[in-house]
């Protein structure tokens, strides 16, 4: 089902002439989430377990952010509100995932939910 909202949703973006307005390197190898809060794009690298904001023009780093991870657990994705990064964190060989709430400016742990 979420395949097909996805596909359904870069179907109607590609209809109505959506093109691309830029394009940069991305600040590390392993990207796997991005984020957007206020103008400024959020990248997670899962190796390095970073987050990196990133100038949406130009591409520029503005700040990276040491990401304090759970020990057998994998960052694996991530969303921003409200000046919080909301980091989903994978456990190695199982179906339970986390998310885990880090502060935007400091990257300090703020709390963990259990989404099982």
């Given at each position: 089902m979420t395949r097909a909202v996805l596909i359904l949703?870069?179907?109607v973006f590609t209809v109505q002439g959506a093109s691309i307005v830029n394009t940069f390197d991305a600040p590390a190898g392993s990207i796997g989430g991005l984020g957007w809060e206020n103008g400024v794009?959020?990248?997670?690298?899962?190796?390095?377990?970073?987050?990196?904001s990133i100038d949406p023009?130009?591409?520029?780093?503005?700040?990276?952010?040491?990401?304090e991870y759970i020990p057998g657990y994998?960052?694996?994705?991530?969303?921003?509100?409200?000046?919080?990064?909301f980091?989903?964190?994978?456990?190695?060989?199982?179906?339970?995932?986390y998310y885990c709430y880090?502060?935007?400016?400091?990257?300090?742990?703020?709390?963990m939910l259990d989404l099982c």
């Open positions: 949703l870069f179907t794009l959020w990248a997670l690298d899962t190796e390095s377990t970073t987050a990196f023009a130009n591409g520029d780093l503005l700040s990276s952010l040491d990401i994998e960052p694996y994705g991530m969303a921003v509100n409200n000046d919080t990064l980091i989903c964190q994978l456990k190695y060989g199982g179906p339970d995932s880090h502060s935007a400016h400091t990257g300090a742990y703020l709390g």
